[in-house]
């Protein structure tokens, strides 16, 4: 999506409620994002977004005091969970387009987040605040193949921050938009592996999740990829 420059927006805040009951105890997270209605420049939160924020909702425990990186973030709203459940959490755009970055301070702002950074990253390009990013643990991407041809970009990234991180982990969501749609052989030449999960697997498999009526009906996935084991420690 564009979101380049403009210069009155029109924003609504939507919020997000996460929820677990277990053993007579209740739990429940609420995050504010601000959506940007301009049809030019909009940025909304999508269905996969509410998904992967699902599952980090299920994993608040393992994330806390992790490192976390978010590409792509727009309205940022995976990394602005997970940053809420105590993870020390890096939110990233294109270093092309500006209204996206100060998105995700928006979102920040609205959560009362003050230690997140907000970074210029551009796919595919190995720039120094991308050789200079601290250890990660996990990295997350919210319908990042979107544009069949950046796949190979995002991918580019990914794999360079996994070998320097070989621990790590890639967690991401996404809309098969065709059935030509693949990044198997992507995956091969970047030697990564992935695990499809399973959305009943974290309760994801609703039409109305967090509050919302999304993901509504859309098929949404979720796998998570890792350097191929046998690259692992080279």
């Known amino acids: 999506m564009d979101c380049g420059g403009a210069e009155t927006l029109s924003i609504a805040y939507r919020?997000?409620?996460?929820?677990?009951?277990?053993?007579?105890t209740q739990e429940s997270l609420?995050?504010?994002?601000?959506?940007?209605l301009d049809p030019q420049y909009g940025m909304y939160v999508w269905p996969c977004a509410v998904?992967?924020?699902?599952?980090?909702?299920?994993?608040?425990?393992?994330?806390?005091?992790?490192?976390?990186?978010?590409?792509g973030a727009g309205v940022s709203l995976p990394g602005v969970l997970a940053a809420r459940c105590g993870a020390q959490v890096i939110l990233s755009d294109s270093a092309k387009t500006p209204l996206c970055l100060e998105n995700c301070r928006r979102s920040c702002e609205?959560?009362?987040?003050?230690?997140?950074?907000?970074?210029?990253?551009?796919?595919?390009?190995?720039?120094?605040?991308?050789?200079?990013?601290?250890?990660?643990?996990?990295?997350?991407?919210?319908?990042?193949?979107?544009?069949?041809?950046?796949?190979?970009?995002?991918?580019?990234t990914v794999a360079f921050l996994l070998r320097k991180n070989p621990r790590a982990q890639f967690w991401t969501t996404y809309q098969e938009?065709?059935?030509?749609?693949?990044?198997?052989?992507l995956l091969h030449r970047w030697k990564l592996s992935c695990v499809d999960v399973q959305l009943e697997t974290f309760d994801a498999d609703k039409a109305e999740l967090a509050g919302s009526s999304l993901p509504g009906s859309h098929g949404v996935l979720m796998m998570i990829i890792t350097l191929r084991t046998d690259d692992v420690g080279h």
């Open 30 to 36: 609420s995050v504010s994002i601000p959506e940007v």
């Open 177 to 185: 938009r065709s059935a030509d749609w693949s990044i198997e052989a």
């Open 51 to 71: 998904v992967l924020a699902q599952y980090l909702w299920t994993q608040r425990q393992e994330l806390r005091n992790k490192t976390v990186l978010e590409l």
């Open 110 to 156: 609205a959560n009362g987040l003050r230690d997140v950074v907000v970074l210029g990253l551009t796919w595919g390009e190995i720039s120094p605040d991308l050789v200079l990013l601290p250890k990660l643990d996990v990295i997350l991407g919210s319908d990042v193949f979107y544009e069949p041809q950046d796949f190979e970009d995002v991918l580019v």
């Open 15 to 24: 919020v997000f409620t996460f929820e677990e009951s277990k053993q007579n």
